[in-house]
């Protein structure tokens, strides 16, 4: 995994935000509302697909737990206690598809190397 990474993103305004891949914990798609969620700062509201930023981020660390969501594996603090569903950091709870969970697995042992 390549640390204190950048990436340029841009909002729904047209405007580039540089944010360090380090401080994102997950992305959402929501309603076509796509939601960038950081460890310090409000959601930023993003201006492009899911299926691109998830070609983009995975390898830094990110991995799509189903078609809505992509996290960042340095922030997963546990699976498995609850079928279907894991714990990030500041409490958030997302589900993680069943077909996704061997192939999650396999790029969560991968990100603790």
Known sequence: MKEEQQYVF???HGNSVMVSLAEVLF????????????????PLVLSTKI?????????YGFFKIHRQ??????????????????????GYELRLAKRR?????????????
């Open 51 to 59: 299926e691109a930023l998830k070609i983009d981020l995975e390898p």
């Open 69 to 90: 969501c992509i996290v960042n594996l340095r922030y997963v603090e546990d699976y498995g206690m609850y079928p279907g569903k894991f714990l990030l950091l500041n």
């Open 27 to 42: 992305v959402q798609s929501m309603n076509g509302i796509l939601r960038l969620h950081r460890i310090k700062e409000l």
């Open 10 to 12: 841009s909002d729904i």
């Open 101 to 113: 969970r061997l192939s999650f697995h396999r790029a969560y042992l991968a990100s603790k190397k």
